[in-house]
């Protein structure tokens, strides 16, 4: 409870309060509870003050200042506080929504769970704050500083971040959903598991930033600086690229497909808006499949334990030969027909490599995919496990090679060079045969049919 002498005082005004702190510097004043609603205390100083619980909805504090102050489970709804300084204070499950704090030194203050709905802080200085879980929804805050600030778990849903300074920043699983992040420095943040769903991160500067298992979808990306970055494991369905940076950027298992559908991935921002333009747009897809293309589809049921076999063939792929890994991971049952998809990438791909030791997913692609397909198609298959029963009927199709039999992933990646070797002889061969008019792509005179080969090779 407050101190009543400290009552007392306070209401004689902000120029005979701040007379006596001068006076009596090191008496620390105790307004803990208090009821101050509507307070008229501009340029007070409160530096040091107890206000934990105290009641100041509506009170004028502007320039005041509060420097250290406990103000743990304050309510200060609709109060200002424009350019005060907050340096260190303590805000814990603070109520400042609708509260005016631009220009505000809250410089290392706790806000850890501060509700902070709409609040303005357009250039506040929020440099190393604690707002872990601090709910800033619709908050302002452009042109502010929050420069190696902790914002783990905070909800900063549509909140203007435009030209904010977010270097360092923890975002670890902070909700930024349509939030606008323009022309914003995030140099070295990092945004692990942080949802921005539909932001704009245009013309900001993620250089070297932190984006692991990192939700954005329908993000913007316009000149958006990702210079270094780390962007691993992230979901980009619907994500809007244009002339971003990304020299240096490490980038892997881009899902480009919506959460409730089978994983997609691929291991560019940028190939990520294209491969997903291709599979959404048929007269683009034969455009495409007019030319030379790069990509090579791995289909398979990717388990934890098999990931090693995924990776060591993406980074093979991509790392050795120039060529780009579309994945198809059908780590979880397919929400609907997959044909259309399956036929589509298929028509994007130089060849395939089908993993068929997890039955259970495969086999009913591959039946879709050899019959409409001329395209190589490679299968690779543990050692000791038996091949499904209708795969016999797969080898009438001449594109589809022998089975690659291996014993561990590092058979899979010695192997790739050879197993490249069998596409592209395939492939040459797919070329001389004749086409549905009985003229060789190859030529008329030169008819030659792609080896045959029966599984159990290796």
Same mark, same amino acid.
């Given at each position: ?8 005082? =306070?209401?004689?005004? %902000? ?15 105790d307004l803990r509870e208090a009821e101050l609603r509507n307070l008229e205390a501009e340029g007070i100083d409160f530096s040091d003050t107890l206000l934990s619980g105290a009641d100041l909805s509506g ?11 406990? @103000? ?5 709804p609709n109060a200002v506080l424009r350019a005060a300084d907050l340096w260190k204070a303590k805000l814990k499950h603070a109520d400042l929504s609708g509260a005016n704090l631009g220009r505000a030194n ?19 200085? @929020? ?48 909700? @930024?959903?349509?939030?606008? @992040? ?24 993620? %250089? ?10 329908? %993000?913007?990306? =316009? ?30 298992? =881009? ?99 089908a993993d068929i030791t997890q039955p259970r997913a495969v086999p009913a692609e591959l039946q879709i995919i050899a019959p409409s397909h001329r395209i190589p198609i490679i299968p690779i298959l543990q ?76």
């Amino acid at each position: 409870m407050a101190d009543i002498q400290d009552l007392e005082r =306070l209401a004689k005004g %902000t120029k005979a309060w701040n007379a006596w702190r001068k006076v009596d510097p090191d008496r620390q004043p105790d307004l803990r509870e208090a009821e101050l609603r509507n307070l008229e205390a501009e340029g007070i100083d409160f530096s040091d003050t107890l206000l934990s619980g105290a009641d100041l909805s509506g009170a004028d504090l502007s320039e005041a200042s509060l420097r250290t102050a406990d @103000l743990s489970q304050a309510k200060l709804p609709n109060a200002v506080l424009r350019a005060a300084d907050l340096w260190k204070a303590k805000l814990k499950h603070a109520d400042l929504s609708g509260a005016n704090l631009g220009r505000a030194n809250l410089t290392g203050a706790e806000l850890l769970h501060a509700t902070m709905v709409g609040t303005q802080l357009s250039r506040a200085s @929020l440099q190393g704050a604690i707002m872990t879980s601090a709910n800033l929804t619709r908050a302002c805050l452009h042109d502010s500083d929050l420069s190696f600030a902790t914002l783990n778990e905070a909800l900063l849903v549509e909140a203007d971040l435009t030209r904010a300074k977010l270097e360092g920043a923890e975002l670890t699983q902070a909700g @930024l959903t349509r939030a606008d @992040l323009s022309q914003a420095n995030l140099h070295q943040s990092s945004l692990k598991q942080a949802y921005l769903a539909e932001a704009n991160l245009s013309q900001s500067r993620l %250089t070297e930033a932190e984006l692991k298992s990192t939700c954005l979808e329908r %993000t913007l990306l =316009l000149e958006t600086d990702l210079r270094g970055a780390t962007i691993h494991d992230c979901k980009v369905y619907g994500i809007s690229a244009w002339k971003p940076l990304l020299n240096g950027a490490k980038q892997a298992r =881009l899902q480009i497909t919506p959460s409730d559908e089978t994983k997609l991935t691929v291991d560019s921002i940028e190939v990520a808006q294209f491969i997903y333009l291709m599979l959404s747009s048929e007269r683009i897809s034969d455009i495409f499949n007019a030319t030379d293309t790069k990509g090579v589809l791995l289909l398979g049921r990717f388990t934890e334990k098999r990931k090693e076999i995924l990776e060591n063939l993406r980074n093979a792929l991509r790392n050795s030969y120039n060529l780009v890994p579309i994945v198809f991971d059908f780590d979880r049952p397919a929400r609907s027909n997959l044909g259309e998809t399956i036929s589509r990438l298929s028509g994007l791909s130089r060849f395939i490599i089908a993993d068929i030791t997890q039955p259970r997913a495969v086999p009913a692609e591959l039946q879709i995919i050899a019959p409409s397909h001329r395209i190589p198609i490679i299968p690779i298959l543990q050692r000791g496990k038996p091949t499904y029963a209708l795969f016999s009927n797969l080898l009438t199709h001449t594109w589809v090679g022998e089975v690659f039999l291996y014993d561990t992933a590092q058979d899979v990646g010695n192997a790739l060079p050879e197993l490249i070797r069998r596409a592209e002889t395939i492939a040459e061969a797919i070329r001389r045969q004749p086409d549905r008019n009985g003229v060789p792509a190859g030529g008329p005179d030169d008819e030659d049919e792609p080896p045959r080969h029966e599984p159990g090779g290796g």
